[in-house]
């Protein structure tokens, strides 16, 4: 049997791009949640921005997992495997960057976001998970 062609495109191309894209969402919720923790002086409410960014991590691991597992068209394979690498070192880099956070080094956790967080993030952008519609 024969799957038709919309079923297919949903399922290698809507699908993929659906899960990077909520993936992409949940780290934005992270860093921001980081950023947060970052310039708060109350070390209670800091606690509970760096818990939330555990607490988040999961789904966001899920959604990309989902992304990493799906079928993908020969035409966005190379694209999807930047995305995947660069998720790897985004991930490295933000948990450098949560790893400073919570010990009190904010100047050095702001530098690990914006050398190694920050350029992983960009490829990872809307206009680019778009790229896989195309």
Not at 21 to 43: G, H, P, T, Y
Not at 54 to 66: G, M, S, T
């Amino acid at each position: 049997m024969r799957i038709p062609r919309a079923e297919v495109f949903y399922q290698q191309v809507v699908l993929p791009t659906q899960y990077l894209q909520n993936a992409f969402r949940l780290q934005c919720v992270r860093a921001i949640q980081l950023l947060e923790a970052m310039s708060i002086k109350d070390a209670q409410a800091r606690k509970e921005r760096f818990d939330l960014i555990e607490i988040l991590k999961q789904p966001a691991d899920r959604q990309f997992d989902l992304f990493r597992l799906s079928d993908k068209p020969a035409s966005t394979q190379a694209l999807a495997a930047r995305f995947i690498a660069d998720r790897v070192r985004l991930e490295e880099g933000f948990t450098e960057a949560v790893r400073l956070g919570r010990s009190g080094d904010m100047p050095s956790a702001a530098g690990a976001m914006a050398q190694n967080v920050r350029p992983y993030a960009i490829s990872m952008d809307g206009k680019s998970t778009n790229s896989l519609m195309a």
